[in-house]
């Protein structure tokens, strides 16, 4: 397999506020991440793709104004949830591919927007 | 009709009897797929993957494929409590590592002592 991290694990913030997510390939090189959210007892929702060296293409309905992401070297893809508000309270998990199409996720991050 | 069906379940097994988990696809220039992992509260982990008509076997898990019949299987045989959690199909729009994944929404298997 191929190993991802993530962080924070965790992170608790108040409405209003920025919060950044970090992706990391840890033994491959990503030229391209994959960003989802799953809420409770629902099903993955992928957000966008990130794509390192150019803009994220966005899923239909996900706000690309405030879910900024930035693939800024081939191995870290950042995801800034802005203005965060209590609806954005979510599990929020990364993925990549370290060859085929196989892709491999990270731990994911829990947010909760107070 | 939705791109990757499964049926939610709960499906409840009885320790060491085998678990059937089904997906169907729509796309049928579909070529690979995968079968996720995911505890309650965990990202998913990827446990299997099949490309070819016919079974796969690794360990207790059985991948089956009918392109044919789009549809996909995973079996697991002796199964044990710790089997217990979130099964996702999944399916790639591609064989390219940029082509996004397609999945299914899940069976809760549930184990039962």
């Known amino acids: 397999g191929a190993v991802v991290s993530q962080h924070p694990s965790r992170v608790i913030c108040k409405s209003g506020t920025s919060v950044k997510i970090e992706c990391r390939s840890l033994d491959f090189q990503a030229t391209t991440m994959f960003w989802y959210r799953q809420f409770p007892k629902q099903s993955l929702m992928l957000m966008a793709t990130?794509?390192?060296?150019?803009?994220?293409?966005?899923e239909q309905g996900v706000e690309k104004d405030k879910f900024l992401i930035n693939h800024a070297s081939l191995t870290l893809s950042t995801l800034t949830v802005t203005s965060a508000h209590p609806e954005d309270s979510s599990f929020y998990i990364c993925s990549a591919s370290r060859s085929s199409n196989e892709q491999f996720f990270g731990p994911g991050t829990r947010l909760t927007v107070l | 009709q939705k791109e990757v069906e499964q049926n939610s379940g709960p499906l409840s097994v009885p320790e060491g009897a085998i678990a059937s988990l089904n997906c169907t696809y729509s796309?049928?220039?579909?070529?690979?797929f995968f079968w996720y992992r995911q505890y309650s509260g965990k990202s998913p982990e990827l446990i299997m993957f099949?490309?070819?008509?016919g079974d796969k076997e690794d360990g207790r898990f059985t991948a089956q494929l009918n392109k044919a019949s789009q549809y996909v299987s995973l079996l697991i045989r002796d199964s044990q409590p710790s089997d217990s959690a979130t099964y996702l199909c999944?399916?790639?729009?591609?064989?390219?590592?940029?082509?996004?994944?397609?999945f299914g929404k899940g069976t809760r298997l549930h184990i039962l002592p």
């Open positions: 099949i490309y070819s008509n």
């Open positions: 999944a399916v790639p729009k591609g064989v390219n590592r940029d082509d996004k994944i397609i």
């Open positions: 990130s794509n390192e060296g150019s803009k994220a293409t966005y």
């Open positions: 796309d049928r220039g579909s070529q690979s």
